[in-house]
């Protein structure tokens, strides 16, 4: 782990994982956004498409329903769940609980900005205990 290439969070839930970071600058909604096989549906979403599984989703804050929290479980048991979820802003309770009956580790509030050290597709690992995102090679 060099020198800038770690960034502090709030640690929201623990548990680690590693996997590609999927980047979004724009708040997403679990409900309606994203479809019941982990895929981004919403019209105008440069990801259209791409699935959120096994990915470190990257992105400002939750949006709409309270039902984000049942897609999140619903993808749990699909085997489709994002590997973590860290949020740049603020955070959404509902996708909070959501995380916790699906075992997603959560960050929120960072201490620089990820969007100018991480991309779409680079490798990442977050520690949810210790509250990092690390960039990875």
Partial sequence: MGEGRTIRFKPVLAGKAKGKAL???EP???????????????SGNPYVGETVAGKILIYPEAKGSSGGCMMLRLLAKR???????????NLDP????????????MLCYPQADPY????TGDLVEVDGEAGTLTKIG
């Fill in 116 to 119: 100018e050290m991480i991309a």
């Fill in 94 to 105: 509902n996708l909070v609980e959501g995380a916790i009956l699906a075992g997603i580790p």
């Fill in 28 to 42: 997403i909604s679990f409900q309606g956004e994203i479809d019941e096989e982990g895929k981004i549906v919403v």
């Fill in 79 to 89: 085997g489709k769940k994002p590997a973590a979820i860290v949020n740049t802003r």
């Fill in 23 to 25: 980047v979004l600058r």
